[in-house]
DNA sequence: CGATCACTTGAACACAGTCAACTAAGGTGG
DNA sequence: CCACCTTAGTTGACTGTGTTCAAGTGATCG
């Protein structure tokens, strides 16, 4: 069992991938960073996410707390082993990196393709759904990272996440009762905007 | 053995994903349209490369024929049961998925950070490298999509991609001895600016 | 209570998108 | 064989949107 206070680095771009983890408590983000310090947000990985299946020998990305964090982690060893003795391990490993993919086929698509509130849109409505499987409301969503790391996750710059949740916010299609906690006022305006390709991945 | 000619369809987005193909020449591109018609290029597939692995019961993307291609088509089961025959088929279909994953992540750090001229130059080198893998000259490459198509790969407009290019042509980085046909005269400088993250995936 | 960090908001700018015209290449049919 | 048509690519002018730069507000914590 690990735990990593908020900013923590988890493991880095070009570390040695020899463990795999298990979210079981907090956020974490995975990012890329070019040379000058612009980075990508490639995920924030949530309660029961598996960090670092996809990786072959080192790890093509940085993995970072968001919030206060817990995560278990596997060796190659112990994680083969477990796998002869759980049926079906193996075959829910291989659909969850499936997933993985087809959620990052989606997430080229919002930052080829998306305007800035349609991406807004998209991310809220892909937390809220994730969250829901734990119990959250479905209605709303808490924010555990900041709007630069929305902004480094969207394509976007924080002051446009600023703006886009805003402007949102004043046309009465959510609300923000604070920075980190946002309401759903017209889901339908929201999933219009979203057009969101995804049917709820199972999980 | 299928064959398709240029602009042929050989799925859509939603039909069911009862197959898995391997391309075995020509180059086939795999896209996620919007309802207004925008266009994100997930990939473009070259010949040694899997189709349809990471799908579950239903495609999320269309997968189109390029350049006149072929495929090789394998049913579920026939695939079940040659992954039996052969050891080690099964890691190598898995390992692809996971360079898959590799490359959607570079493809989002792209996607949301990068310039359109270090969008372009990581796709030549892209390109390229993965035609080396088969022969071809590391110095040239041959784009059998059109400028379109490059754009909605690349997150641009065909008007983008095309001045990018001829802004290259323009500064000695690159020769356009035909509008299809990109030969590399400051490898260094492309490289540069591309960042490549990837170091060459093997195959 | 002061310092820090996140967020908001405004103003100006720049860059890619849009719209449009034109050129080039390839294919078809008279 | 040439004329025509279609499709792809190039190039220019203009526009608009998101970025950049900057200032100011608000919350949290030692």
């Known amino acids: 069992m690990i735990r990593l206070d908020p900013g923590r680095t988890l493991f880095d771009q070009g570390d040695a991938a020899d463990f795999v983890y298990n979210v079981t408590a907090g956020t974490v983000r ?9 980075r990508q947000i490639t995920g924030f990985m949530l309660p029961g996410d598996f960090i670092g299946l996809s990786s072959r020998a080192v790890h093509s990305y940085s993995a970072e707390a968001v919030s206060p964090s817990q995560l ?9 082993q477990m796998a002869e003795r759980v049926p079906g391990l193996e075959h829910e490993l291989f659909a969850r990196v499936r997933d993985e993919l087809d959620a990052a086929h989606d997430q080229m698509l919002l ?3 998306k305007s800035p509130r349609e991406k807004i849109a998209t991310f809220l409505l892909d937390l809220a759904g994730r969250r829901q499987r734990w119990g959250e409301r479905p209605d709303r969503v808490h924010l555990d990272m900041t709007r630069g790391d929305i902004g480094d996750y969207l394509g976007l710059t924080l002051e446009t996440v600023s703006r886009t949740l805003n402007r949102m916010k004043r046309d009465g299609v959510i609300a923000l009762p604070s920075a980190a906690e946002v309401v759903f006022l017209k889901t339908e305006v929201i999933e219009g905007l979203a057009q969101s390709q995804v049917p709820a991945r199972p999980g």
Chains 1, 2 share one sequence.
């Open 30 to 38: 995975l990012s890329m960073t070019l040379s000058d310090g612009r």
């Open 72 to 80: 278990c982690r596997f060796n190659a060893p112990a994680l083969r």
């Open 111 to 113: 930052l080829g393709r």
